[in-house]
């Protein structure tokens, strides 16, 4: 006789819903074109893997905190453009502030925003402002349509 492994049904349902989630936000949001649209899909597996679904107090935080984030690396950042050295100073305040909030056992994802708000912003800013304005304003808004879909 052969021994087959059968998963228990919770993990089974776990990763259906896993995987019909992503995709249906993906769909959707490729579908009504929204800008950063990969993301959601980001989002998604990550909201969904969660122990638990975020509560709408902890969910709208989440999504005003990455605004404010981002839409905060994106000002003194664009104001500082033509600076580069004090760009590379405000830079390593920020990263510095990144650590100190991966060190004192912070949210994994507030210190992936800071180090997105750290790192990628004043690269985006030097690019494109309106790059940079468009991904500071829709990665919260991606943030907060997944987790009304979750």
Known sequence: ???????????????????????????TAMAFQWPFAFLSAVFTAMFLRAPAPPSIADGVRLVLLAFALLIFGYGPFSILRPDRPNIVIAQILLLMGAFWLSVTGKSPLLVVLALLEAVLMPYLVHLSLDLAHSFGSWLPTNMGFVLLAT
């Open 1 to 27: 006789m052969r021994a087959e492994a059968v998963a228990p049904v919770g993990v089974e349902r776990k990763g259906v819903r896993l995987a019909i989630g992503v995709a249906g936000i993906f769909i």
